[in-house]
């Protein structure tokens, strides 16, 4: 079963977003679904997710998927993906987008902040690799997996080619 951050439930009760009648519904429906803080919050209603988004950034001070692409320099690389099944990506809650090779810093979108699952599941594949966290709703990670998987169908059937920047990266 995940544990509800105490800093998130902490965040949106000072906020106003949840009561503590509210907490118990959500900790019930956690405990019968298995589901993270914001799925159940999402479940009944009571914050939206880019509401929980927001707010999860700030109590983290981890950047969200939109803030860090609007920063200088900072491109998604669908290649990284490749290194995992689809499956895993979404039942994880994860995709690592960029990599940083003068660092080892491996920048991946999750929709779960400091979920060991993930962590996991990336040493498994790149043991070296300090990754680094930016937030996105289920929504922007589906999306993500989406567009990688018909990147791949399209270059695989020849209908899409890469500009030769592109080809360097991978």
């Given at each position: 079963?995940?544990?509800?951050?105490?800093?998130?439930?902490?965040?949106?009760?000072?906020?106003?977003?949840?009561?503590?009648?509210?907490?118990?519904?959500?900790?019930?429906?956690?405990?019968?679904?298995?589901?993270?803080?914001?799925?159940?919050l999402?479940?009944?209603n009571?914050?939206?997710?880019?509401?929980?988004?927001?707010l999860?950034?700030?109590?983290?001070?981890?950047?969200?998927?939109?803030?860090?692409?609007?920063?200088?320099g900072?491109v998604?690389?669908?290649?990284?993906?490749?290194?995992?099944?689809?499956?895993e990506?979404?039942?994880?809650?994860?995709?690592?987008?960029?990599?940083?090779?003068?660092?080892?810093?491996?920048?991946?979108?999750?929709?779960?902040?400091?979920?060991?699952?993930?962590?996991?599941?990336?040493?498994?594949?790149?043991?070296?690799?300090?990754?680094?966290?930016?937030?996105?709703?289920?929504?922007?990670?589906l999306?993500?997996?989406?567009?990688?998987?018909?990147?791949?169908?399209?270059?695989?059937?020849?209908?899409?080619?890469?500009a030769?920047?592109?080809?360097?990266?991978l």
């Amino acid at each position: 079963m995940k544990q509800f951050s105490t800093k998130m439930i902490a965040a949106f009760l000072a906020k106003g977003y949840l009561t503590r009648p509210q907490l118990h519904r959500v900790k019930e429906l956690q405990a019968q679904t298995s589901c993270s803080l914001g799925k159940a919050l999402w479940s009944l209603n009571l914050v939206s997710k880019t509401e929980f988004l927001t707010l999860a950034s700030a109590v983290t001070n981890l950047p969200t998927l939109t803030e860090w692409l609007k920063s200088s320099g900072n491109v998604l690389d669908f290649s990284l993906a490749k290194a995992f099944k689809t499956q895993e990506l979404i039942q994880c809650g994860f995709f690592p987008c960029h990599w940083q090779p003068e660092t080892n810093h491996l920048v991946v979108v999750v929709t779960e902040a400091d979920n060991q699952t993930v962590h996991q599941t990336i040493q498994r594949v790149w043991q070296q690799a300090q990754v680094q966290e930016i937030l996105a709703t289920e929504d922007q990670l589906l999306n993500l997996i989406v567009e990688k998987n018909l990147q791949n169908q399209l270059l695989q059937e020849g209908q899409l080619t890469l500009a030769p920047s592109c080809v360097e990266l991978l």
